[in-house]
T-cell receptor
């Protein structure tokens, strides 16, 4: 069964360092999402791509966060510089471009900023 | 704006007990409603969904009915098992693809 892949699964970094997360969506899924899930809370959307274009990045802290999906397939989310408050689970999801629009989630990357 | 209010946990039940996790929503228009489950160390999995009023979503013994009059989508299961221990998230999607999640309810089922 096709799955959304994410790496790394865990990342520990010191504040002010740069970190990057990678996501490979299910093959053929046009829409890709990055969510941030702070411990004890539900996921919140950071950025949504349709193919290689950003559809919604209104909640992305653009002073330190960036996301790209250059060829409309896999995607990278970067944080530079990392801050203590960025410690969270970063989830990637993808969905096909059909009526269901069901989102399929990857296992996530757990980031700890020291 | 769109939002989901979910019953706070944690919830601890004995095996074979009845489960209810409350979820109410606020949305413009006619949202689709979802329950997602997150097992330890894993990503979110769609448990069930309903796309219009009075629809009942069901899966793995779990059920939820879309109640427009009470803006609710409560999750129920008649007899929980230890393997149901997880965090459950209620979510809505109104119009665009973006999902709005509740804060999650941690369920622990003890033998």
């Amino acid at each position: 069964e096709a799955e959304v892949a994410q790496s790394p699964r865990y990342k520990i970094t010191e504040k002010s360092q740069a970190v990057a997360f990678w996501c490979d969506p299910i093959s053929g899924h046009a829409t890709l999402y990055w969510y941030r899930q702070i411990l004890g809370q539900g996921p919140e959307l950071l950025v949504q791509f349709q193919d290689e274009s950003v559809v919604d990045d209104s909640q992305l802290p653009k002073d330190r966060f960036s996301a790209e999906r250059l060829k409309g397939v896999d995607s990278t989310l970067k944080i530079q510089p990392a801050e203590l408050g960025d410690s969270a689970m970063y989830l990637c999801a993808s969905s096909p471009f059909d009526d269901s629009n069901e989102q399929f989630f990857g296992p996530g990357t757990r980031l700890t900023v020291l | 704006g769109d939002s989901v209010t979910q019953m706070e946990g944690p919830v601890t039940l004995s095996e074979e007990a009845f489960l209810t996790i409350n979820c109410t929503y606020t949305a413009t228009g006619y949202p689709s409603l979802f329950w997602y489950v997150q097992y330890p160390g894993e990503g979110l999995q769609l448990l069930l969904k309903a796309t219009k009023a009075d629809d009942k979503g069901s899966n793995k013994g779990f059920e939820a009915t879309y109640r427009k009059e009470t803006t609710s989508f409560h999750l129920e299961k008649g007899s929980v098992q230890v393997s149901d221990s997880a965090v459950y998230f209620c979510a809505l999607r109104a119009g665009a693809n973006n999902l709005f999640f509740g804060t999650g309810t941690r369920l622990t089922v003890i033998p």
